[in-house]
């Protein structure tokens, strides 16, 4: 058995409310986010721009116990809640693990560099590229935890034809996604 979605249907989406509720989180969310981290700071000194991969995640794994895990933990966790805020406020509900993977960390990664680059312009804040790799990969992180369960259950809701199984919603792209229209994929 195949299967194949009925092309008159359209693609079963995210209600309008959560959609809209998804899009004001994530306004309200990128707002709070920019004031804790473009506010000035009043410091009598801060430490040089790193521009090195990697060099403040060694120098936390040097510091070792709770303080190098805090630090870790501070770059992690920031930006983790748009792994879910992002797709929630994009609305699709039958798309590929991966391709909303990848989708997801790259609009992450360009508003991690913009707040970096904003960041570094802010009194008491210098630019650190840490900061935003260590965001993407919380992103990644939470969005891996929870959308594709979460579509999974959505989709496994939403869809009417009784006795549907969770084994047909896999975590990756259904068949007839990948299939040109008007044709049906072989098994």
């Known amino acids: 058995m195949t299967d194949q979605a009925n092309p008159s249907q359209p ?7 959560l959609r809209l509720l998804g899009i004001l989180w994530l306004t309200g969310y990128l707002g709070l ?3 804790l981290i473009l506010r000035p700071l009043a410091v009598g000194w801060t430490s040089p721009a790193n521009l090195t991969p990697f ?3 060694r120098l936390a794994f040097s510091v070792g116990s709770l303080d190098g ?3 870790l933990a501070g770059g992690l966790l920031p930006l983790a809640p748009l792994g879910v805020l992002l797709p929630l406020a994009g609305g699709r509900l039958r798309v590929g693990w991966l391709p909303s993977l990848l989708r997801t960390a790259g609009c992450s990664a360009l508003i ?4 970096e680059i904003l960041k570094g312009w802010a009194p008491g804040h210098v630019l650190n590229v840490d900061d935003i790799v260590l965001g993407v990969l919380g992103v990644a992180a939470c969005h891996l935890a929870v959308v594709p369960f979460t579509r999974s259950r ?5 869809d009417p034809r009784p006795g ?4 047909a919603y896999r975590l990756h792209a259904p068949l007839n996604t990948l299939a040109p229209r008007g044709s049906s994929p072989q098994r």
Do not use: N
């Not at 693609?11 to 409310?17: G, K, L």
């Not at 959505?154 to 939403?158: A, P, T």
């Not at 549907?164 to 084994?167: H, I, W, Y």
């Open 11 to 17: 693609a079963p989406e995210v209600s309008p409310r």
């Open 33 to 35: 986010i920019g004031w």
């Open 55 to 57: 060099a403040s995640v």
């Open 69 to 71: 895990l805090l630090r």
């Open 112 to 115: 991690a560099t913009g707040l």
């Open 154 to 158: 959505l989709i496994e809701r939403s």
């Open 164 to 167: 549907r199984s969770r084994a």
